[in-house]
């Protein structure tokens, strides 16, 4: 190479496309690095798609919150979108927001467009959350340390509850009760009614068209009469004598029980029904419970129910007091039998007990020799009646056996019929409702 000679290949001093090409990437990089050095600015973004967190406006807090606050429990986050605290809570608050979703309602304001609304809530500071319980208790700031888990609980422990506990002394009137109803039955083992329950019971449509009741595993009657096996089990009960019946087979969440109860529900019920032609209202309040009892009791209210409306004979278990729970087992059992024996006949047996201690006048008229006792009686055309034989030295009971020869002697076409004097029933006997509580949440 001679001097003052190049080297072959390119050049610094005589620049080409190379050069501008080489000096773009070199600027790309340090922007770059720049941005990644530089501390990024914290944003809070509510997405509608992305997060289950309802944002509203000062404009539409009434509509959405205090409109509802008779019958709902709801919380809202006061954020201010640029807050490095706000933008850390964000995901702890959504996870409260789906976690609710549907049961309450989970709200956010971004005191930096609204902080007018922001100071007349009293609120000097984001993140800040208020919770919103159902009337009369007044709204209220969570104190302490800001986490997604004290928001639910606060939530949670605010849920109205409309649930009714269950248990054998009230399962009746329960069932009978507002009859249009659906009725939901929830079979736990658990003590307490869960949250879900809670917020179903109290859904803005549900709490006017369906019942909720709450059975715990320790109810055995009320267990084994709908044969649960395994808990929890929701049950639905419809029709006038609950001859519907819907087990739910879906997931034990909020939405889809929703969805399910809600195929049974018919939104707009009221309290009341018209008779034919609408010309008189009936209250649906009076609860019916011989309309699901195996073996009802025969009383003023009940006797057209159970016994004279329809066809059969009515089988009267005569008691001096109230039936025991052996001698129900005992009178379903025949009551089962029969009903089985007499499918192929077209005859038709319906099954009741009669406390004489009180239906005094009904004592007189049966006259039976000893208690229990049994009659069957014919409500048809011509009121008459046959009542056990107990022997000469009372030596038939009234007993199983006892009501199975009975039984046995009228469908023989053996039975000897009393009429009715008059044909006219006697008078039966007034019986004061009991005062009933009223329930506590």
């Not at 006061?78 to 789906?98: C, I, Q, T, W």
């Not at 939530?155 to 249009?180: G, R, S, W």
């Not at 709450?214 to 808990?231: A, G, L």
């Not at 239906?359 to 000893?370: I, R, T």
């Amino acid at each position: 190479q001679e001097p003052g000679s190049q080297a072959p290949g390119l050049h610094f001093s005589d620049p080409g496309p190379w050069y501008f090409l080489f000096w773009m990437g070199a600027m790309r990089w340090f922007l770059l690095s720049a941005l990644a050095a530089s501390p990024a600015t914290a944003k809070v973004v509510i997405e509608a798609m992305e997060h289950d967190i309802m944002q509203i406006q000062a404009s539409t807090f009434d509509g959405i919150i205090s409109k509802f606050r008779d019958s709902s429990v709801a919380s809202l986050w006061f954020f201010k979108d640029e807050n490095k605290d706000d933008e850390k809570f964000l995901d702890e608050y959504n996870k409260v927001a789906g976690e609710m979703k549907g049961m309450a309602k989970v709200c956010a304001i971004n005191c930096n467009e609204y902080s007018v609304f922001c100071e007349k809530q009293g609120v000097k500071e984001t993140p800040t959350v208020m919770i919103y319980p159902p009337n009369p208790v007044p709204a209220f700031k969570l104190e302490g340390k800001l986490e997604g888990k004290a928001v639910f609980n606060k939530l949670a422990k605010f849920m109205p509850d409309q649930t009714e506990k269950i248990t054998k002394d009230n399962v009746d009137k329960f069932l009978t009760t507002d009859v249009t109803k659906p009725k939901a039955l929830l079979f736990s083992n658990k003590k307490s009614v869960p949250l879900i329950w809670k917020a179903l019971s109290s859904e803005t449509v549900f709490k006017r068209t369906v019942k909720f009741g709450f059975v715990t595993e320790d109810m055995s009657d009320i267990v084994q009469r709908y044969k649960v096996k395994k808990f929890p089990t929701v049950i639905i009960q419809q029709g006038a004598k609950g001859e519907k019946k819907d087990t739910y087979t879906g997931e034990l969440k909020f939405l889809p029980l929703k969805d399910w109860v809600n195929l049974h529900s018919e939104s707009g019920m009221g309290d009341k029904v018209s008779s034919a032609g609408g010309a008189k209202e009936e209250s649906v309040e009076e609860a019916k419970p011989w309309l699901v009892q195996e073996v009802p009791e025969l009383t003023a209210k009940s006797h057209q129910d159970v016994c004279f409306k329809g066809e059969g004979l009515c089988v009267i278990y005569l008691k001096d007091g109230e039936a025991t729970p052996a001698e129900i087992d005992m009178l379903t059992g025949l009551s089962k039998k029969y009903t089985s024996q007499l499918s192929d006949r077209g005859a038709k047996m319906k099954w009741m007990w009669m406390n004489l201690a009180i239906e005094s006048a009904y004592k007189d008229l049966f006259g039976a020799a000893q208690l229990p006792s049994a009659a069957v009686f014919n409500p048809h055309k011509r009121l008459r009646f046959t009542l056990m034989d107990h022997g000469e030295d009372g030596e038939v009971k009234g007993d199983e056996q006892g009501i199975t020869k009975l039984l046995d002697k009228v469908l023989g076409g053996d039975a000897r019929f009393t009429m009715v004097k008059g044909q006219k029933l006697p008078g039966w006997a007034q019986r004061e409702a009991a005062a009933g509580k009223k329930a506590e949440l």
